[in-house]
Nanobody, 124 residues
Framework: QVQLVESGGGLVQPGGSLRLSCAAS????????MAWFRQAPGKEREFVTA????????YYADSVKGRFTISRDTAKNTVDLQMNSLKTEDTAVYYC?????????????????WGQGTQVTVSP
C-alpha cells in the first residue's frame, strides 16, 4: 500500500525559506504523478505544484510560480518542495499527494494517495 510521509514544516519569517520533503513507499512510482496541495484555516484545499515522476515535467499554481520549486529523487523515492520568498499567505498545512496516472493535474480528484500533512507557518 502506498504511503506518503511529509516532513520539513515549521515556522519561518516572511521572506524566508523552507524545504518540505515527501517520502513515498509501497508503490512503483515510475507511472505516477506527484503533487503538493495546501489548506489554510477556513479555506478549501488548493493545488500548489505537481511533477511527473517519469519525465520530471512540472506545473505550478500562479501564486507560487517563481518562488517554489518541486523536484523528485527517483533513487530515494522522495519529492521535495523548496519554498523561497515565503509570504504570510503561504501559511497552511501542506499535503503530498500521489496519482496513478502519468498526466499531471491540478485537480485533487486526480490523486489517489495523500500524506498526513505538515504545518507551514509564515509569521513575523
Amino acid at each position: 500500500q502506498v504511503q506518503l510521509v511529509e516532513s520539513g514544516g515549521g515556522l519561518v519569517q516572511p521572506g524566508g525559506s523552507l524545504r518540505l520533503s515527501c517520502a513515498a513507499s509501497g508503490g512503483t512510482f515510475s507511472r505516477y504523478k506527484m503533487a503538493w496541495f495546501r489548506q489554510a484555516p477556513g479555506k478549501e484545499r488548493e493545488f500548489v505544484t505537481a511533477i511527473s515522476w517519469s519525465s520530471g515535467r512540472t506545473y505550478y499554481a500562479d501564486s507560487v510560480k517563481g518562488r517554489f520549486t518541486i523536484s523528485r529523487d527517483t533513487a530515494k523515492n522522495t519529492v521535495d518542495l523548496q519554498m523561497n520568498s515565503l509570504k504570510t499567505e503561504d501559511t497552511a498545512v501542506y499535503y503530498c499527494a500521489a496519482g496513478r496516472a502519468v498526466v499531471i493535474s491540478s485537480a485533487s480528484a486526480a490523486y489517489d494517495y495523500w500524506g498526513q500533512g505538515t504545518q507551514v507557518t509564515v509569521s513575523p
